[in-house]
């Protein structure tokens, strides 16, 4: 069973936890788990974003998008700020296919 998502940290080392509570933690990674967006890229093999396929990376660029347009239609006064911040997007993000 995966824990909480270990977040991530700067290149001063200082560690941030993860803001992504809604996404589950449960991809194992240099034995922490990571919600999707802060796990590590690594080496082929290690378990990292390095092995997505196509699929994963576009579900993560349509996440994305979604999450923005999502705020875009709000009414000004609504919307939230999206804090992506550690998150690691191996590709591009496009727009929704
Ligand atoms: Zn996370």
């Known amino acids: 069973m995966a824990g909480a998502c270990a977040g991530w940290e700067d290149d ?3 560690q941030f936890r ?5 996404e589950p933690s449960e991809n194992e990674f240099d034995d922490k788990s990571y919600c999707r967006f802060h796990l590590p890229m690594g080496e ?16 993560i660029s349509d996440d994305i ?4 347009g999502a705020e875009a239609k709000k009414p000004e006064d609504d919307r939230e700020i999206l804090n992506f911040s550690g998150a690691l997007v191996p590709g591009i993000i496009r727009p929704l296919m």
């Not at 993860?18 to 809604?22: L, Q, T, V, Y």
């Not at 082929?44 to 579900?59: F, I, S």
């Not at 998008?65 to 923005?68: A, D, E, L, T």
């Open 18 to 22: 993860c803001r992504f509570r809604e």
């Open 65 to 68: 998008i979604v999450r923005f």
């Open 12 to 14: 001063a080392d200082h």
């Open 44 to 59: 082929l093999g290690e378990g990292g974003k390095a092995d997505w396929d196509d699929d994963q990376k576009n579900a």
